[in-house]
């Protein structure tokens, strides 16, 4: 007998395999679809990645990357700049401040982006003389300059909500406790409110970064030459339709890329209020 | 200004009907896309809060692709792409022709994948303000998980997911415009060719964005009466 020996070792019985159901199943099959399209994908990529095409067009598709990065950061830049007063005028008492600052974000977040691009930038033409009287004419005749300001105008409506939203989030104790303190008001909004909101904007200042490099694929319509319309001209030149996929491959890297980071840069900033 | 009433007129000299027509067009679109959005945006959600795991990942490689890509790259992806698919596929069968794939059935299948992925994501925070007693009452109910969900959950999910929602049916609304790009005659395609015909670009892009303008404000009227007839019943409570 074996009885000497005390310590039986007890072994968690092994867990009942799992069942194939039908979403299992059904969840499989998509993944394999997903994984099939995705090996062709790389398969039809890494066949053309020595082809005339890639040959031909890679230093183009570099420099429409580095123009859409040129437009998105100064998009953001100067949007960021301008949401400010917008932001505190919306937040404002005073209906000769809030009304227009209303009007100018209901506008531009209720027209299209492609609209607004092409009201400034055909528009502009029809005050020719006007514009021209001021000398800020060159700005309008850039398609550059222009999508860059209908841009700019665009974001800095969609960051003045978001800015609004993140102040108005705070609790007014934080004011209070700050006022308690003898801090004056500049200081206590400085310090104490700004700081607390934006964390909470963080996530949706993300979301309108992301927005504004998807959006800027419009500014190809009006002939920039960012990523898109490099796309579009070596399209209309070869025929060839991997300059579709290239583009959708690098625009889906850089959103994505943005997209970890950013959770990242979210996850540090926040790393006090995990309990 | 009695010019600019001139250009906007109808009849033979003012460019309202093509305006209006092209009013039509954008609408329809939008309404014709939303159905397959919401249907296709309802499964991905209920795909992505499944207990599968590849289920869950498939779904997510879904939206990430789709809300990853710019709206008018999708456009261009599905009208270049399915017109190529069809012609290699004519050619292969042996029949050599040339074939246009239709820029509104073009722009609904590109509009219906962006937004599908968005109303996913409205659906899925949705699903999350459900308490799991809900199901378990159903459970106990006897109903069978499909008829929980139909006539338990979705009553409820709707009315949770509508303010989202609205906001991807206004964003739907607006990212129509893109497909004036791929030649579909809509408002914004409409104003552009009159905007070039008569040199008077600021005056037809501005009307052009103020009728997207008047379209949002009659979403959010016709939003906020759907929100407040799907709450009816929380006054009782």
Redesign the interface.
């Known amino acids: 007998m074996t009885g000497s020996t005390a310590t039986v070792q007890m072994s968690r019985p092994p867990a009942p395999p799992r069942a194939w159901?039908k979403?299992?199943i059904?969840?499989?099959t998509?993944?394999a679809?997903?994984i099939v399209s995705g090996i062709s994908l790389v398969y039809y990529l890494a066949s053309n990645i020595a082809s005339p095409f890639v040959q031909k067009y890679w230093p183009v598709y570099l420099h429409g990357f580095f123009v859409t990065l040129e437009i998105v950061g100064l998009s953001l830049l100067f949007g960021a700049l301008l949401s400010v007063p917008i932001a505190l005028a919306r937040a404002s008492r005073w209906k000769v401040f809030s009304a227009p600052a209303f009007a100018y974000v209901?506008?531009f977040r209720?027209?299209?982006?492609?609209?607004?691009t092409?009201?400034l930038y055909?528009?502009?033409?029809?005050?020719r003389p006007e514009l021209e009287a001021i000398g800020i004419w060159p700005i309008f005749r850039e398609a550059f300059y222009c999508v860059i300001l209908a841009f700019s105008l665009n974001t800095s409506a969609y960051q003045a909500e978001i800015l609004r939203g993140a102040i108005q989030n705070v609790p007014r104790g934080q004011w209070e406790g700050a006022q308690a303190l003898g801090i004056p008001r500049s200081v206590a909004f400085f310090k104490v409110i700004l700081p607390q909101a934006l964390l909470v904007a963080l996530r949706p200042y993300g979301n309108e970064i992301?927005l504004m490099?998807?959006?800027?694929?419009?500014a190809?319509?009006v002939t920039v030459f960012d990523l898109?319309g490099e796309?579009?001209r070596a399209?209309s030149r070869s025929y060839d339709?991997q300059a579709?996929?290239w583009?959708?491959v690098i625009?889906?890297f850089m959103?994505?890329v943005l997209?970890r980071i950013w959770d990242r840069f979210e996850a540090r900033l926040t790393r006090h209020l995990i309990r | 200004m009695n010019e600019a009433l001139t250009l906007l007129s109808f009849g033979d000299l003012g460019w309202g009907d093509a305006i209006a027509l092209g009013t039509v067009v954008t609408v329809s679109l939008a309404l014709a896309t939303l159905p397959f959005a919401l249907i296709i945006g309802f499964l991905v959600a209920l795909a992505k809060k499944s207990n599968e795991p590849s289920l869950k990942l498939a779904a997510n490689i879904y939206t990430t692709i789709f809300r990853g890509l710019p709206e008018l790259l999708t456009l261009f992806l599905v009208y270049f792409g399915v017109q190529i698919a069809i012609l290699n596929g004519l050619r292969l069968i042996g029949v050599d022709t040339y074939v246009e794939v239709n820029s509104f059935v073009a722009g609904m299948v590109a509009m219906s994948l962006v937004s599908s992925a968005y109303m996913s994501e409205a659906f899925l925070s949705a699903f999350r303000g459900i308490p799991q007693g809900q199901y378990e009452g159903g459970h106990a109910l006897g109903l069978r998980h499909g008829q929980t969900l139909m006539l338990v959950i979705f009553p409820q999910l709707i009315r949770l997911a509508l303010p989202a929602l609205g906001n991807s049916w206004l964003i739907l609304l607006k990212d129509t415009a893109l497909v004036s790009v791929i030649g579909l005659s809509d408002l914004m395609r409409e104003t552009g060719i009159a905007a070039r015909v008569t040199k008077e670009a600021f005056l037809f892009f501005g009307i052009a964005c103020l009728i997207y303008l008047v379209l949002a404000m009659i979403s959010s009227v016709g939003l906020s009466w759907t929100e407040r007839w799907s709450k009816r019943g929380d006054t009782a409570r």
């Open positions: 159901t979403t299992r059904f969840g499989h998509l993944m679809m997903w209901y506008f209720g027209t299209p982006l492609i609209a607004q092409f009201l055909y528009g502009a033409g029809s005050f992301i490099i998807k959006g800027s694929a419009i190809a319509i898109m796309t579009r399209y339709f579709y996929i583009a959708a625009y889906l959103v994505e997209r």
